[in-house]
């Protein structure tokens, strides 16, 4: 888990610099060794301030910010031959390290093909770079679940794993584009390509009984459970006590021994109550932090620096996202699972309801490209939360096979009325086959913002200062010091 950077030239000038200070700007996502590589020289050092020190001038340069969170985490650049790669991110399946994957990439002469078989046949959750012979190759998993972000300016490409550090090299926003999941570039001096490998399909609707999706989703949730859990001794779960945690919560209790289910909220908040009822259903061990005001007021500003966005809706949601990732480290887990990605599978969001009145095709439509901006709308911002407080974010529901399936189903496996209060039928039919209390299955869904009580909290804060939440944010937004 780290930060990894590049940038090239497009004319030839020394970048080297650039590169250090797009590897500065990103300490907090690793700050236990700093490598760098120009494909000539690979230099690995634990003060960051001593790559300024270096005298060594090249085109093209890749870096890495490394923290050590799990035990299978290694310093990069790594090198073998004529290639350097640096790779964020985990391997599921098959169960190979991150020193592997150059080796695997190199077993023939044909290093896109190669990279384009990676990207279709490992699972896993990754970014990487390669440079080879003055080019850099990029891919992102198909799902886009580590972030990585790329720009094209005046004098050079550059690539980085938060927005900031490339607005560091003087790029507007605007310029500044999340790396399409599932894609691979070749970039050069001379150009880039970008072209799709394996992406998420609209799929045809099968025609399927509830039973027979049941028992496929079951089947598909818990191998992505189960790959995602491999080597780790303990993990927590940001468990709220609705569906998809609880669903989450009750496989892996069969995967790892030591899993703590942890929730927070503000003082009073119904999660907090909900949680911790149903976490003595479940039969694992909870933990829940209360909060005030003033802790929302304090870490309004932490999170909009960290997911790099004045959208008040991403802040109110990530606010608790914070505290979970906070209380995670604290309690010696720096693995957590989440249950995003279920409601744009699944049909959980009650938008979709104005969808199911307009028709099937409405919803299904929905759906898909609601999953195919997952990466941008919600894994972005919550795993840079995480990784800066040095914690793993897992999200078994985004999982490529599983979500191919899920969009396959049919609408009404999902909604069953334009009026329907709970949604998500049948992943409510799931938590009744795997043994969950009718007060899960049953339970209508309550957005994290609104359950944890932050929304309210925020609209008060507004109302102190004579806004509303949106001009509120604006405004912390623009006074935030980016770059100390």
């Known amino acids: 888990m780290g930060a990894l950077v590049a940038i090239i030239s497009k004319h030839g000038d020394n970048v080297v610099q650039e590169a250090i200070k797009m590897l500065k700007a990103l300490k907090h996502r690793g700050a236990d060794l700093h490598g760098m590589s120009t494909g000539r020289e690979t230099i690995i050092t634990r003060d960051i301030n001593e790559l300024s020190r270096l005298h060594v001038e090249s085109n093209i340069a890749l870096g890495y910010n490394f923290n050590r969170s799990l035990l299978d985490d290694i310093p990069q650049p790594i090198e073998a031959k004529d290639l350097t790669m640096i790779f964020d ?56 679940t580590t972030p990585l972000y790329f720009c094209e300016g005046e004098k050079f490409y550059a690539l980085a794993s938060e927005r900031k550090a490339l607005w560091l090299l003087g790029v507007e926003n605007e310029r500044v584009k999340s790396f399409p999941p599932g894609n691979l570039a070749e970039m050069s001096s001379g150009g880039m390509r970008i072209q799709p490998v394996k992406v998420l399909e609209r799929e045809k609707i099968r025609e399927i009984d509830e039973d027979e999706a049941v028992k496929k989703i079951h089947s598909l949730l818990f191998r992505s459970v189960k790959e995602r859990s491999v080597g780790l001794n303990r993990v927590s779960i940001a468990f709220s006590g609705g569906l998809d945690s609880s669903i989450i919560a009750t496989m892996i209790g069969k995967c790892v021994k030591d899993v703590l289910l942890i929730s927070v909220g503000l003082e009073g908040s119904r999660d907090l109550e909900d949680a911790e009822r149903i976490s003595r259903e479940i039969g694992l061990p909870f933990r829940a932090e209360t909060y005030t005001i003033s802790d929302v007021e304090e870490t309004l500003p932490k999170v909009l620096w960290l997911i790099e966005e004045a959208n008040a809706l991403r802040a109110a949601i990530c606010i608790p996202e914070f505290w979970l990732a906070e209380k995670s ?100 039919k799931l938590a009744e086959y795997i043994g969950l209390p009718l007060e899960v299955y049953l339970k209508p869904k309550k957005a994290i913002q609104y359950g944890t009580g932050v929304s309210q909290a925020l609209r008060k804060i507004a109302k102190k200062n004579g806004l509303n939440v949106q001009s509120l944010i604006n405004q912390v937004f623009k006074g935030i010091e980016w770059f100390k």
């Open 329 to 428: 480290f604290k309690m010696g887990y720096r693995a957590i699972f989440s249950g995003q990605g279920s409601d744009e599978l699944f049909a959980g969001y009650h938008k979709y309801l104005r969808s199911y009145s307009e028709s099937f095709s409405a919803v299904e439509e929905n759906l898909y490209y609601d999953t195919l901006r997952l990466h941008e709308n919600s894994l972005e911002p919550k795993e840079k939360i995480y990784t800066f407080h040095n914690v793993e974010v897992r999200f078994p529901y985004v999982d490529y096979d599983l979500a191919s399936f899920a969009l396959s189903l049919p609408v009404t496996l999902k909604i069953s009325s334009s009026n329907d209060p709970l949604r998500k039928r049948i992943l409510r």
């Open 89 to 144: 991110g985990k391997i599921f399946s098959p169960r190979i390290d991150k020193g592997e994957v150059i080796h695997l990439i190199m077993q023939n002469g044909d290093i896109e093909g190669s990279i384009k078989n990676f990207i279709r046949k490992v699972r896993g959750s990754f970014s990487f770079i390669i440079l080879k012979d003055n080019k850099l190759f990029v891919g992102r998993d198909p799902m886009g």
